[in-house]
């Protein structure tokens, strides 16, 4: 099973490394900053095999070089965003599969925040890096791409088993929490959450990775579908697309 080590970086940015014990292989994912990734591998006595980028943001890749030079890491990332990212070892595209040790991710490209931007889903270990596509209780701004795009992304994602952790570029959910709450207030589930969210929030406590069933029913921004949801912000028969264009909207003015 992947072992997960997730790195608080930049402020309000995770990275994180990922060990395959059997073959002691290890991948950084969307290093924004190279020396606490280095630091987290030395510590446990980890070299840095494979480094997996989501997306272009200097956010995402501004350690790529200082891990690069350090360990010799061969750097993944989205074929679309080759002229963008800078001593790309190996690009990938949607539906190929990216190995590390004796397990495996499949690329989805969920386009929308970026137009490259792809996840790295490891189906054995029920991990999904969904880099600035999805948020616990939020999603990321649309920067590159539409509304309709993001929805296609975001339902691809939706689409992934309920069990299915997913490990997102930011701790941003306080601040979603807030919106979808006022956005949504009827929904207990989403009630519930955010109470267990203020209380990790209070302790200094990470909120991800959040359950992907758990994402399904109280995040807005996958919810777009939901017919109640569309009467309530006064969209009801709309397409999903436009439903979801409206809470993006709501949520980029709050
Ligand atoms: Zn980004
Ligand atoms: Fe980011």
């Known amino acids: 099973m992947l072992e997960i080590v997730q790195v608080p970086i930049l402020g309000d940015n995770y990275a994180y490394l990922l060990h395959e014990p059997q073959q002691g292989t290890t991948a950084a994912v969307d290093p924004g900053e190279a020396a606490p990734l280095l630091a987290a591998a030395e510590a446990r006595g980890w070299g840095i095999d494979l480094i997996l980028l989501t997306h272009h943001h200097a956010d995402h890749i501004a350690g790529v070089a200082g891990i690069r030079e350090a360990t010799g890491a061969a750097v993944v990332a989205p074929l679309a965003d080759l002229g963008r990212i800078e001593n790309v070892d190996i690009a990938v595209a949607d539906g190929e599969t990216v190995h590390l040790g004796a397990t495996h991710a499949a690329v989805l490209e969920t386009p929308g925040h970026t137009s490259g931007h792809v996840a790295y889903w490891f189906m054995a270990d029920d991990a999904l890096f969904a880099g600035d596509t999805l948020f616990a209780l939020g999603c990321g701004r649309l920067f590159e791409g539409t509304a309709e795009q993001m929805w296609e992304s975001l339902s691809r994602l939706r689409a992934l088993p309920d069990e ?91």
């Open 164 to 254: 299915t952790r997913v490990f997102c570029g930011h701790e941003y959910t306080a601040g979603n929490a807030r919106f979808a709450r006022a956005l949504d207030p009827e929904n207990a589930a989403l009630a519930a959450r955010v109470e267990t969210i203020a209380r990790l929030v209070e302790a200094k406590q990470p909120t991800v990775p959040s359950l992907l069933g758990e994402e399904k029913t109280t995040n807005p921004f996958l919810r777009a579908d939901d017919p109640d949801l569309a009467a309530r912000l006064g969209l009801a028969g709309q397409p999903a697309a436009a439903v979801f264009a409206e809470i993006r909207r709501r949520k980029d003015v709050a």
